[in-house]
């Protein structure tokens, strides 16, 4: 078997990360015998913006979509405003690939500290809807720069939208051994497309009867996830309000700096992307001292999508090992370089 | 001086803890000599709602706009919807007297536990844009029960709602020792009322150029509240946005069971609404034994808003004795009942 991965490391340390992430991946494929990477780069970057105008050249997508997964690096640049970056470049491919189940892990791995007391039973795994609602692009300005001006953002959900997101979450939470999915909402405080996603999730639910379901504010899950996150197993919720919880999951676990996201169009009309949670970060950027387990864990779920499920296992093995063994990158209190800890775990694998 | 107080206590234990409030402000008033009270009780509940299909009777506000404060339970019951309860009665006084600055302030008290390592660091005020936004209750569905139907949630942003809350938080900030103001948006994936909402922002921050200033996003403001509570001070976000950090910070402070809002009309053309976080917990209702701690950290917001700042900080100082003296009720893991905690506290008053 063969995979095609087109890679765009994008900006800052996500050079060195995905580079490190590559590595790790070949000597999987190596320890395997079964399979095989082609491996593409795109230098679709905020330099390339700045040089040429666009990230994604005339065309590109259209190139892109003849892979079988994207692994993504960080984008983001201080000399391009952020929103630039979000819609030209990462939600370029999102919505164009109709990547709407945006998947987010939150657990605590063996050697990583958590400021939460108890967070060892944290063991989420968020369902963000990935291609409408709050990132719908709508609304305007009217009376623009006057005492009266007014503007608007509209939040746009399909039930089509809705129905494919509730159902993934459902069959999600069907797989794993707790079979629990809570869904996150504001219906009380939004009464229209909110209401909507909400009926659509019971009617879905009818589907799953194995699937023991319940329901939370968006401000009240915050609590829960505080207070009692052994209660909860998936979790579903909208573009802004999974955005909110993922990020909050990543802190609460500690893995902010190492957390993957997939982005996954389930159906594999287009290729799906995988990137670590983490920014660009630009500070560090260059000096080879980047925590890569962020993109060696979105590299076992590239691998989980591609159907090569042992590799997955083994390097989340590997992981597991890596972290607890207490080689840790600056960002983690330790003082090894992205290499060093690369050949940690490569040489892991080919031992294993 | 005599201040005229309107009481409406609500559902569940909001009657109790309401109660338990009264005796401590007239506590207080004793204590002084220089003020007194004169309460008068609204019955406006769920249980008036399922009698007689309103919770506030024909003519209901123009009365209440002639009280100095109103004095708030808890409202909301498992025989009405949610949305139901929110809009008719908390929507309707604060949207009613236009109380656009809804303030929530966030600290440990000594002796409360929280969840959080370092969470002596947290003492927020977040400042929550109360009349607009996400809650302008705009939108609709078409082609309803139809696999094509679309709903849609409308966010209403006026420059002049965001400018008085901007204003507001600004002055906040400005009389507190740190004089810190974090600006919370996500005006990357939301690119026309939240981007007004910033520009705004900036445009006030001229007048207070004592004011330091920063600016998250609401994902990432999140991860800052869990690994840097230290770095932040007054907090001013969206209707959501402050609604779901509000609760947040309530649960990383451990004061969820305690912590007070005071839904504000800052010119005093209305009058301001002061009510604990907490719900009507009816599962513990009747039973003496709810945390009326809530309910006197609320006074204390009342007091100070209606100018009695001697007595606000008398009772402060009182709260905080009370917490740290371990006199606890079940919530906390203690024994006390609604009566003890409330005896203690105002002979504590008495004796300062
Ligand atoms: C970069 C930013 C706009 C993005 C988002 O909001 O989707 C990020 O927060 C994320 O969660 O991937
Ligand atoms: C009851 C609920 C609708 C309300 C809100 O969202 O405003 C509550 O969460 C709050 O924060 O006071």
Redesign the interface.
């Known amino acids: 078997r063969s995979h095609r991965v087109a890679v765009i490391p994008g900006d800052g340390i996500g050079l060195e990360v995905i580079e490190a992430g590559k590595k790790v991946l070949e000597a999987l494929a190596q320890k395997s015998g079964d399979f095989t990477f082609q491996f593409e780069d795109f230098d679709w970057s905020s330099q390339r913006y700045l040089e040429k105008g666009e990230y994604i050249p005339e065309g590109g997508l259209e190139k892109l979509a003849k892979f079988d997964a994207i692994y993504f690096g960080a984008v983001g640049s201080q000399d391009v405003?952020?929103?630039v970056s979000?819609?030209e470049l990462r939600l370029a491919i999102c919505q164009g690939f109709d990547q709407y189940a945006n998947v987010r892990p939150a657990r605590v791995l063996p050697g990583v500290n958590s400021?939460?007391?108890?967070a060892e039973e944290i063991d989420w795994v968020i369902v963000r809807e990935n291609s409408e609602g709050?990132?719908s692009?709508?609304?305007?300005?009217v009376?623009q720069g006057?005492?009266?001006?007014?503007?608007?953002?509209?939040?746009?959900?399909?039930?089509?939208g809705i129905e494919r997101i509730h159902r993934f979450a459902f069959e999600l939470a069907q797989s794993r051994p707790c079979k629990k999915l809570t869904l996150v909402t504001?219906?009380?405080?939004?009464?229209?497309?909110?209401?909507?996603?909400d009926e659509v999730f019971f009617e879905v639910a009818k589907e799953f009867p194995d699937v023991d379901i319940d329901r939370e504010l968006?401000?009240?899950v915050?609590?829960r996830?505080?207070?009692k996150p052994e209660t909860m197993d998936v979790i579903v919720a909208t573009n802004?309000h999974a955005?909110?919880l993922?990020?909050?999951a990543?802190?609460?676990s500690g893995s902010?700096g190492i957390a993957p996201t997939a982005n996954l169009n389930p159906e594999k009309t287009f290729p799906s992307m995988f990137e670590p949670i983490h920014g660009s970060a630009f500070d560090i950027a260059g000096k080879g001292i980047a925590n890569p387990v962020g993109s060696f864990w979105t590299a076992a779920m590239l691998l989980d999508h591609l159907g090569e499920t042992t590799a997955s296992e083994r390097l989340m093995a590997a992981i597991e090992r890596l972290t607890a063994s207490g080689l840790q990158t600056k960002d983690l209190g330790g003082s090894a370089t992205t290499r060093d800890v690369t050949q940690a775990i490569c040489s892991d694998i080919e031992q294993q």
């Open positions: 405003p952020d929103h979000l819609w400021r939460l007391k108890g709050e990132y692009g709508n609304g305007g300005r009376h006057h005492a009266e001006e007014v503007g608007t953002e509209v939040s746009v959900f399909t039930r089509k504001k219906s009380n405080a939004q009464r229209h497309g909110m209401v909507l996603w968006v401000d009240a915050t609590t996830m505080v207070l802004l955005d909110i993922s990020d909050l990543a802190a609460l902010l």
